[in-house]
């Protein structure tokens, strides 16, 4: 089954340090995966998704086959950078699937 | 527009009530979706409608009923609720969706709404 899992719940770290928001996937095809966002108060919106290869507001994502794995990166942490992170996998193939991790608040502390 | 929109913000209803939640997308989006979020947990996808067509549902109990009456709305009805549907109700769309014969996937980024919070009394 297909599985996504973002082992912290919290994560804090002090402005200017590096940030590593971690996620590991379980699925047997060629995943589609991505990193939303959700600052306080607004709603859910998308921050990366791995096909583009993008970096935005700092933040970079490669996805890792060999390690399953698809972590979020952040070289400088910003306060502003403080929110939930969700990651999330679409199937592309068989059944549909959009599975959400369970998420990680990121604090970033003066 | 570049936003979704839903309304009510805010629902509370009694177990034998009817009720209606509207999600509206002016983008020319062709793809919307229903999801599920209970407090401190992800969202949980519901029903996708490609082109105001029902295309997946996730063996969501009978209770509530999505429509999608043209490419800009999508309603979900609500009927004979219990309290543990109470949640917040996410609606996304997307530029559009793959479905049929092929692989189904989801196309670029999904848009979401600010959510109803439903509570079920």
């Known amino acids: 089954a297909q599985r996504v899992t973002q082992p912290e719940k919290l994560l804090s770290v002090f402005k200017g340090a590096p940030v590593e928001l971690k996620c590991n996937y379980s699925?047997?095809?060629?995943?589609?995966l991505f990193w939303y966002v959700q600052y306080s108060r607004q709603r859910l919106q998308l921050l990366l998704r791995?096909?583009s290869r993008e970096s935005i507001k700092g933040f970079t994502a490669d996805l890792n086959k060999g390690e399953t794995s698809f972590h979020l990166k952040k070289p400088f942490a910003q306060e502003e950078d403080s929110a939930m992170y969700y990651c999330?996998?679409?199937?592309?193939?068989?059944?549909?699937?959009?599975?959400f991790g369970t998420g990680t608040r990121l604090k970033v502390l003066a | 527009d570049t936003e979704v929109t839903q309304t009510p913000k805010h629902l509370v209803m009694g177990m034998t009530n009817k009720k209606s939640l509207k999600c509206e997308q002016h983008?020319?989006?062709?793809?919307m979706y229903w999801y599920k979020q209970k407090a401190k947990k992800p969202p949980e996808l519901m029903f996708v409608?490609?082109?105001?067509?029902?295309?997946i549902n996730e063996s969501v109990p009978s209770r509530f009923s999505p429509e999608c009456p043209n490419s800009s709305l999508l309603n979900l009805h609500l009927h004979a609720l219990q309290p543990e549907d109470s949640a917040l109700y996410l609606c996304?769309?997307?530029?559009?969706?793959?479905?049929?014969?092929?692989?189904?996937?989801?196309?670029?980024?999904?848009?979401f709404g600010p959510g109803t919070r439903l509570t079920v009394l």
């Open positions: 996304a769309s997307s530029q559009f969706f793959l479905g049929g014969r092929g692989p189904a996937r989801s196309y670029n980024e999904q848009f």
């Open positions: 699925y047997s095809g060629s995943p589609e």
């Open positions: 791995h096909i």
């Open positions: 999330a996998l679409g199937t592309t193939s068989g059944t549909y699937k959009y599975i």
């Open positions: 983008m020319g989006h062709r793809a």
């Open positions: 409608y490609s082109y105001e067509k029902l295309s």
